[in-house]
């Protein structure tokens, strides 16, 4: 009664919508920048029984947004030292650590056991993996993403509503979209998201209108303006029939650089007279002035060809290196062979030629 008091003098809860939440079981796939938020509300209003899946493991450039980890959680596994915090937090209810990754043989089984599915990925791979069993176990999934100063929030599959291939029938190019590691994300971004994510959760559960079925909201850091887009359900085709015995086949992350040679700044800068692609986005920070240099972002690259030299050995880099090899892809197919990627991005570059930032 004391811990839960505040919810429980909420006419529009009380005793009654205090014990659905007591019962309710929610995975949340992600304990990364969204779920670190939504987890801490989550387990602070009282859900009965929290799962919490990541196979990563804490990062120092994680504690500018992750806000359950520490110094002391550095190198410990995601799910692990989100338990560890949260149990001290909320010692009363149920929370289940799975440090592995989610695919296909652990999702269905993982979903069966819990009420709604909390998204709080940042990989399209994993999102449709997500969107598709959760159609077939018949789970809600709360929807969260961010980009730069933006995110997002939705509900999909909620009583047989819209899903996720609903609004995006099919994944993006492989590579095309940066992640917060390359593009960078405004810290407080993902607390706002992930604590809107932790709402729909307690709207679902308590039987509330107005869940965001059928309905993104769009949300502005900048500018603090949100705007909500409707969009309707569909008849969308699943990656391939799912079942409990099946199994996506797993992605060999190396895969796409087997056919992308990769050289490091050492090396590209010794060669002679080299061309350096810069495939970020325009406006991305750090700026380079190199010789050679010519920036065509990613989804670009096929539209200006013409600025790129065939006689020459062409250096593609990023902010990372996950879109250059995209890039080195693209240029592959279009019957360019002499085309690395560079180890270590841009900043790479700048621990080469000693540029001070």
């Not at 993006?172 to 390359?182: F, H, N, T």
């Not at 080299?274 to 240099?293: C, K, M, W």
């Not at 250096?315 to 693209?330: D, K, N």
Request: aromatic share 8%; glycine share 8%; net charge neutral.
């Amino acid at each position: 009664m004391s811990r839960y008091s505040r919810h429980i003098v909420l006419s529009e809860i009380g005793q009654k919508g205090q014990d659905k939440l007591s019962t309710a079981k929610v995975l949340v796939v992600g304990a990364g920048g969204l779920g670190c938020p939504a987890l801490q509300y989550l387990v602070a209003a009282g859900i009965g029984t929290v799962g919490i899946i990541d196979f990563d493991v804490v990062e120092e450039s994680n504690l500018q947004r992750q806000i359950l980890f520490g110094t002391s959680s550095l190198g410990i596994n995601k799910a692990i030292a989100a338990k560890s915090r949260l149990e001290d937090l909320n010692p009363t209810i149920n929370i289940i650590a799975y440090p592995h990754k989610l695919i296909s043989k652990n999702a269905h089984v993982l979903f069966e056991n819990y009420d709604i599915i909390v998204d709080g990925t940042d990989d399209f791979e994993t999102r449709y993996l997500i969107n598709d069993v959760s159609i077939i176990t018949n789970k809600p999934v709360v929807y969260g993403a961010i980009y730069k100063f933006e995110g997002q929030v939705s509900v999909f599959n909620y009583k047989g509503g819209p899903s996720y291939r609903c609004l995006f029938p099919k994944p993006p190019k492989e590579g095309s979209v940066a992640r917060c590691s390359e593009i960078g994300v405004l810290g407080v971004l993902p607390g706002i998201i992930g604590c809107m994510q932790a709402n729909e959760v307690f709207k679902i559960v308590l039987d509330f209108e107005d869940v965001l079925t059928g309905k993104l909201l769009n949300y502005n850091a900048k500018t603090a303006q949100s705007s909500i887009i409707s969009f309707s359900k569909l008849a969308v085709e699943l990656e391939k029939t799912l079942s409990p015995k099946e199994d996506f086949k797993e992605k060999d992350e190396k895969s796409s650089e087997t056919q992308v040679r990769i050289i490091s700044a050492s090396e590209a800068f010794q060669l002679d007279n080299p061309q350096f692609i810069d495939v970020r986005e325009y406006g991305e920070y750090p700026q380079l002035n190199l010789t050679n240099y010519v920036h065509i972002p990613l989804d670009k690259i096929e539209h200006q060809i013409k600025q790129i030299h065939s006689e020459k050995v062409n250096i593609l880099f990023c902010q990372t290196g996950t879109r250059s090899i995209a890039a080195v892809q693209i240029l592959q197919g279009l019957g360019y062979t002499n085309c690395y990627t560079l180890e270590g991005g841009v900043f790479a570059i700048i621990a080469q030629l000693k540029i001070k930032m």
